[in-house]
C-alpha cells in the first residue's frame, strides 16, 4: 500500500466518523455550549477531509427509475402560511420571480418560464434525513451554476444564500424565516439544482413549490424549500443567527456532507 493510499483510507474513516458522531450528537448537546463547540470542530474536519479526499465535481450516486421510492415524505414546512407565499401559491405561481441579487454585476428576476429554459438537468438521487431516513426521488430543475454565471457573480462573493417562503418559526429576534447557504464549490456542482419538477410532475407545494434547492452531496435539511430570492454573499455573519442556515442557527453543521 502507498502512502496516498493510506492516507486517502485514513482521511474516509476520519470523515465518516466524524461526521457519523456530529450527527449522532446533534439533537443531545445543541442546547449546550459545549456541545456545539464539539459540534463546530467536527463539522471543520468533516468539510476539510472530504475537500481532500472527493474531487470537487464528483457525483452523487444516481438510481434507477425503478428505484424511485414510492413514499417520499416531506419535512419541514409542507404548506407556508406566509401571506406572500399563499399569495403566490393561489394563483398558480403565476406571479413568482426568483430574484438572483447581491455580489451580482447582474442582478435577474426570473419567472418560472424563464428557470425552465434555463440550462437544466434530471437527476435520480437519494435524500438522506438527518432523523435518519432516506428516500430516491427524480428531480428536474435549473442548473445553478449557469444562472450565476448569467448574474455575474463577483469575485468577492464565497456562499449563495437561499431565502425562503416559509417561517418555521415566530420568534422573538425575528430569526424563524427559513434560509440556507452553501459555497460556491457546492453551487457550481454539476449535481446543483433548482428543482421545479419531481418524478417527471411539477413540484408539489409539500415538497417545496414552486423551487427548491437539490445539492446531492449534503444532507435533506440543506435542501431549501420555498426559494424566493438568491443572494451571492462574502460572508453570511449577518444573516439570521449569523451560523448559515436556519437549522445552523440552531446548532446543526453548516457543512453538512454525504
Not at 418560472?112 to 440550462?119: C, E, Q, S, T, V
Not at 432516506?134 to 445553478?144: D, E, F, M, P, Y
Request: overall charge neutral.
Amino acid at each position: 500500500m502507498t502512502f496516498s493510499t493510506h492516507r486517502r483510507g485514513w482521511l474516509q474513516a476520519a470523515l465518516a466518523g466524524a461526521g457519523a458522531l456530529a450527527l449522532g450528537a446533534c439533537d443531545r448537546i445543541t442546547g449546550n455550549p459545549k456541545g456545539i463547540g464539539f459540534l463546530a470542530g467536527a463539522e471543520g474536519l468533516t468539510r476539510r477531509a472530504q475537500r481532500l479526499v472527493v474531487d470537487r465535481k464528483a457525483l452523487a450516486h444516481e438510481f434507477h427509475p425503478s428505484d424511485i421510492s414510492s413514499d417520499f415524505r416531506p419535512n419541514g414546512s409542507i404548506d407556508p402560511s406566509d401571506t406572500d407565499y399563499v399569495a403566490l401559491r393561489d394563483k398558480g405561481f403565476a406571479d413568482y420571480r426568483l430574484v438572483v441579487d447581491g455580489l451580482v454585476d447582474r442582478p435577474l428576476s426570473l419567472s418560472l418560464a424563464d428557470l425552465r429554459a434555463a440550462p437544466s438537468r434530471t437527476q435520480i438521487t437519494r435524500h438522506d434525513c438527518v432523523e435518519g431516513w432516506s428516500s430516491i426521488a427524480k428531480w428536474t430543475g435549473a442548473r445553478l451554476g449557469p444562472l450565476l454565471d448569467q448574474a455575474g457573480v463577483k469575485k468577492t462573493a464565497r456562499y449563495v444564500v437561499f431565502h425562503c417562503g416559509d417561517t418555521l418559526e415566530q420568534t422573538l429576534d425575528g430569526s424563524g424565516q427559513y434560509y440556507e447557504s452553501i459555497d460556491l464549490i457546492d453551487a457550481y456542482h454539476p449535481q446543483t439544482i433548482l428543482a421545479y419538477a419531481m418524478n417527471d410532475r411539477t413540484l408539489p407545494v409539500a415538497h417545496g413549490a414552486p423551487l427548491r434547492l437539490r445539492v446531492e452531496r449534503q444532507l435533506g435539511y440543506k435542501q431549501a424549500k420555498y426559494i424566493m430570492r438568491i443572494e451571492a454573499v462574502a460572508d453570511y455573519a449577518q444573516l439570521g443567527r449569523g451560523k448559515g442556515g436556519f437549522w445552523e442557527d440552531r446548532g446543526y453543521e453548516w457543512y453538512a456532507g454525504i
